[in-house]
């Protein structure tokens, strides 16, 4: 559903964020073509045609929002990124992260939304069985080891360290992270944000934390064999050390570690879980209706032919998408004997990942099973994320 902006530039540069924020947008995208000016919106992680603006005004509304971002609006041949802070209408504090960067047709401008207001830490809401969950919070309360969150760009990795770090922050232990960029400011836990440019890098950063007597450390990303030794050093030596990898799934990340060079006994006695995840669209709870699905789609599935499930047919709260919000798929693998034993023995992440479903791991795609049988998602949301 198009919606339609009215007034001076300033008024309609505040409806598109004001409207953005009101939908639960997390990304606003301006986009010049040659014969249109597109707004398009970010919601439950799928991009929305919201808007095509006036050709005439493109030039005064990125202006506008240069001098929001305190930009240099006289630069239009180089990327730049700023920040917004605003009072939204309902009253909590938004920040948004503004990104220009030139095009054919002229400076594109994509807004990061992030409502401190809307942000919700707690580990219950994040989509985790109460048997994962149990198993979770057991590890996030050892003294020390690796815990690590596995996952593409958007699928939630972030929001699960911080619900961990917010669920075990007290004042008898001291939290460091290192970040880029810090997303949330989180009460009580120190965040360092790293700025490559004067050389304050992740590995720079965890070595000065290292010397600041840290009972946990999160490390943002590990991106490189320096960041990854000094990381597993550091969890083999007293210290609970959150991170996270771009893989697609758990036994994964553990492959990964040693493809970077790290010593797969290394790997094995330092890492205690990993958890791969993904976010899928729930199903609108306004517009939601059972259907039954072609026999095909829930042979192969694994699911009983008698089994209904559940799609939403498009409605005004959902903006007539049939679906509202999102949830986790969540793959939990606990590293125990029999898995330290295959990492020791440089066995590859399918051989791994086998040996862990034996143990009783469910996969993402199992998950997203599952979220279909109690009618949360659709198949189409599970096949979209998830793999064999």
């Not at 902006?5 to 300033?10: A, E, K, P, R, Y």
């Not at 790997?267 to 517009?287: E, G």
């Amino acid at each position: 559903m198009r919606k339609k902006f009215s007034g001076s530039v300033i008024t309609q540069v505040d409806q598109i964020i004001q409207h953005a924020i009101e939908l639960g947008a997390s990304d606003i995208h301006l986009e010049p073509f040659e014969t249109q000016y597109r707004l398009r919106y970010r919601i439950d992680g799928v991009l929305q045609e919201m808007a095509v603006l006036q050709m005439n005004q493109k030039e005064a509304i990125i202006s506008r929002l240069k001098i929001m971002a305190e930009l240099d609006i006289a630069e239009k041949r180089r990327p730049q990124d700023g920040r917004i802070k605003i009072r939204a209408a309902k009253g909590s504090d938004i920040d948004l992260r503004v990104s220009t960067l030139p095009t054919q047709y002229g400076e594109k401008i994509v807004m990061r939304i992030l409502d401190k207001g809307s942000l919700e830490l707690k580990l219950e809401t994040l989509g985790f069985s109460e048997e994962e969950l149990t198993t979770f919070r057991k590890e996030i309360s050892n003294p020390y080891g690796m815990i690590l969150v596995t996952g593409p760009t958007g699928s939630g990795k972030t929001t699960t360290l911080y619900s961990a770090l917010n669920e075990i922050n007290s004042t008898d232990v001291n939290i460091t992270t290192i970040e880029d960029p810090i997303e949330y400011n989180l009460e009580g836990i120190n965040q360092t944000q790293v700025h490559e440019e004067i050389d304050l890098t992740f590995v720079n950063i965890l070595r000065a934390i290292l010397r600041q007597d840290p009972n946990i450390i999160m490390v943002g990303e590990i991106r490189d064999r320096e960041t990854a030794e000094i990381a597993i050093r550091a969890a083999l030596t007293g210290h609970l050390v959150f991170s996270t990898l771009h893989t697609n799934d758990a036994a994964s990340a553990v492959s990964r570690l040693v493809e970077m060079g790290i010593e797969p006994f290394l790997v094995s006695s330092s890492v205690r879980l990993v958890i791969a995840q993904r976010l899928v669209r729930k199903v609108c709870m306004h517009c939601k209706k059972e259907y039954s699905p072609d026999k095909a789609i829930l042979k192969e599935l694994n699911i009983s032919e008698g089994q209904l499930l559940y799609k939403g047919e498009g409605c005004d709260e959902c903006n007539q998408t049939g679906y509202r919000g999102r949830t986790a798929l969540i793959e939990l693998l606990k590293i125990d004997d029999a898995i330290s034993n295959k990492i020791s023995q440089q066995a590859n992440a399918s051989e791994i990942k086998s040996s862990a479903v034996l143990s009783g791991m469910k996969t993402l795609r199992e998950m997203g099973i599952e979220k279909l049988k109690q009618g949360l998602t659709t198949v189409e949301e599970v096949y979209r994320e998830t793999s064999q």
